[in-house]
């Protein structure tokens, strides 16, 4: 993997950091398929074949030129201009967001975190009963996407925005979907262990123009457990019953690549849980027409009650199509 480019200069704050005050989105990576992890099948490639970059191309074409299918994402002038995008971002022909280990995939996981992956609950698991909240994960209950789950690009092909705020000693990011974190840059005590976020406690620096972020005291738990205050949220979107060990940390860096683009790499660890450590990048690009709007998520969740009631329903039907035999 080439090493994240540092020629950019980006310009200054009035105070005198580098300037990543924007609005950004990590929506192209997700509407061309990028995900977390890669398809076994492509092994240790980080790049697409020539012949598999072609057919995404061919893709992103059709879904630029489609005028009338909503399905494609279309954006006010009825492009999302993927096809230009692949041509000019190498990410374009990534085959995964996580670029360590080789092999693209999330490391194995420790012996008890795959007892409690196995027996992790939430909606997304087909036929798994739903009895009460404590059955549901923290993304259906609209708490939070987890960390660092929350900074990539979501598997359901939405809400990546996040825009960066910043004052003299501070970094916030408004994160489109159940989230907002405040970096305080070079002051701060650590946290007490006992004391924990979704988010975790995260303080930051400046390495030249990359921000360096390194977060601990994030909040543990799992999907398995029959105690909704002890039930975790995943540090993957694309496996939500994952768990979160006492002991996991991270350490960001965000570089700018260019004027509208971003590089976000985040490592993560958490001996708990995985393994080894693993890294995943992401390509964030600038777009200052992107509007966020509330996400209302908590008020508008009328899914949970349906979800139990559902549940509920089915397995009372088929307990009286069993009596009936």
């Known amino acids: ?173 408004q994160l489109e979907m159940e989230g907002l974190r405040v970096i305080p840059i070079g002051r701060g005590a650590a946290w007490p262990s006992a004391v924990r976020g979704w988010l975790g406690r995260s303080r930051g620096h400046w390495e030249g123009g990359t921000l360096v972020i390194e977060t601990a005291n994030i909040h543990p738990g799992d999907s398995a457990s029959g105690d909704r205050w002890q039930r975790g949220a995943s540090p993957s979107s694309a496996n939500s019953t994952i768990p979160t060990g006492d002991r996991a940390s991270t350490v960001e860096r965000l570089t700018m690549t260019g004027p509208g683009t971003m590089v976000y790499q985040v490592t993560y660890t958490d001996p708990d849980v995985f393994t080894t450590p693993w890294t995943a990048q992401v390509e964030w690009v600038r777009d200052d027409k992107y509007h966020i709007y509330e996400f209302a998520c908590h008020e508008g969740n009328v899914q949970v009650r349906t979800m139990i009631n559902a549940s509920r329903a089915q397995r009372k039907k088929d307990a009286a199509t069993a009596a009936s035999k």
């Open 1 to 173: 993997m080439p090493a994240v480019p540092h020629s950019y200069a980006p310009k200054r704050t009035p105070w005198g950091d580098p300037d990543f005050r924007a609005t950004w989105s990590g929506d192209n990576l997700a509407y061309v398929g990028v995900e977390l992890e890669r398809d076994a099948k492509q092994g240790d490639r980080l790049w697409l074949s020539d012949e598999g970059f072609a057919k995404r191309v061919a893709e992103a074409e059709k879904s630029d030129a489609d005028k009338t299918d909503f399905d494609a994402h279309l954006m006010p002038d009825n492009t999302i201009g993927l096809a230009a995008w692949l041509r000019t971002s190498s990410f374009g022909r990534r085959t995964s967001l996580i670029v360590s280990p080789a092999n693209g995939r999330l490391p194995p996981l420790t012996p008890r975190a795959e007892e409690l992956f196995k027996a992790g609950r939430t909606s997304w698991n087909r036929g798994q009963p739903i009895d009460w909240v404590s059955d549901l994960d923290a993304v259906d209950r609209c708490i939070t996407r987890g960390f660092p789950a929350a900074m990539m690009p979501t598997d359901r092909d939405s809400d990546n925005g996040i825009r960066i705020f910043q004052a003299p000693g501070f970094v916030a990011f």
